[in-house]
């Protein structure tokens, strides 16, 4: 498999290309191919996933003057978030790349998007030790941070737990409580899915790499249904 098409598309050409390939490597496709040679990307995705939270970090601090401390939080997690990154992903046409094991790639579903936002940050950390921090922040500046502006039209970066809270106890008089319904996944790659409920009524669900995240999409989730947002 060849990636010049990707690295087009991506606006970074690879001085060594068996990173931008393990990049691409997921732990399925090793432990079926273990006379492979190569390695997986969950140590990339651990280095990429703190380049891109810096970088977003410092863009947002230097757009956002006037925001304070709690927006700028909630407006980081809206663009480093798996559904974020596994668009971008799919723009950037990474589906076409990935190394998989048979049972993963018969998957299209959310486990998919996981799997593409992962990529995503495992590519930044390519990036990163192939040509240093200014072009991977580069990569972020022209494919993440622009999309800043639909995000804050869309308003999907607002804290939706504390807006949720706030109706319930507005409409109904009681505070919603969380419950992780179901967890999967080794230590290093968890996923969440957590129920929000109002006394005994479950109002919204969600999923999320962290309980925070799968928290946030349960809220969102319930302030949908009830048309509260």
Not at 16 to 25: E, Y
Not at 52 to 73: A, C, H, P, Q, W
Not at 126 to 138: C, E, M, P
Not at 144 to 161: E, F, Q, R
């Amino acid at each position: 498999m060849t990636f010049e098409k990707f690295e087009e598309k991506a606006g970074v050409i690879f001085k060594d290309k068996s990173l931008l390939k393990q990049a691409f490597t997921h732990r399925s496709y090793i432990n079926e191919n273990r006379g492979s040679a190569l390695e997986h990307n969950e140590r990339m995705e651990f280095l990429g996933d703190a380049v891109l939270e810096l970088v977003i970090t410092d863009f947002l601090y230097k757009r956002l003057k006037d925001s304070n401390e709690g927006e700028l939080t909630s407006l980081r997690s809206a663009l480093v978030n798996a559904d974020t990154c596994s668009q971008v992903a799919q723009r950037l046409g990474a589906n076409d790349f990935l190394l998989l094991s048979k049972g993963e790639s018969k998957d299209t579903g959310r486990a998919r998007q996981y799997i593409l936002a992962n990529t995503l940050e495992a590519l930044i950390g390519a990036i990163y030790l192939d040509q240093g921090y200014d072009v991977a922040k580069n990569f972020i500046l022209t494919h993440i941070a622009p999309l800043t502006d639909d995000i804050l039209k869309g308003g999907v970066w607002i804290d939706s737990k504390s807006l949720f809270q706030e109706k319930v106890q507005e409409h109904v008089g009681l505070t919603p409580s969380y419950e992780t319904m179901r967890e999967s996944g080794p230590d290093h790659d968890k996923h969440f899915v957590v129920g929000v409920y109002v006394g005994k009524e479950k109002y919204g669900e969600g999923e999320g790499k962290s309980k925070q995240d799968a928290e946030q999409e349960a809220a969102r989730t319930a302030l949908v249904a009830k048309g509260w947002k």
